[in-house]
């Protein structure tokens, strides 16, 4: 699995998560390490690493400034799925490690070329 130069957006969060459809990722990956910046909708600015397994599933870290002026933190396991078109979709599951500690789960899907 490799991650470099591709881009994801959210399809699906859950209420207390804040990226949405309009937040786009831009993927990084150099060996097992996978980086990405990403932004829109409620995030001002975000990065995450992460270190990716053989099988493609992602254990990540992540943080970022929502529109609010907060810096939010948190953790992430994504698992990947293949769709017929080719493309990457990532499904996750999170938790907040800044504000309250909830957890919830997310879809993203690369974007088509």
């Avoid at 943080?63 to 907060?70: A, F, L």
Wanted: proline share 3%.
């Amino acid at each position: 699995m490799n991650y470099n130069g591709k881009t994801f957006r959210p399809v699906t969060n859950t209420k207390n998560g804040e990226v949405s459809g309009d937040t786009i990722f831009y993927y990084r990956q150099t060996g097992n390490i996978v980086t990405a910046e990403y932004r829109g909708g409620q995030v001002v600015s975000g990065h995450l690493i992460a270190l990716v397994d053989e099988s493609g599933c992602l254990d990540m870290r992540y943080h970022h400034v929502n529109n609010k002026g907060e810096l939010q933190t948190g953790i992430c396991r994504s698992e990947p799925e293949y769709l017929p078109d080719g493309r990457i979709r990532l499904h996750e599951t999170w938790r907040w490690t800044s504000g309250d500690g909830s957890g919830g789960a997310s879809v993203v899907e690369e974007d088509r070329e």
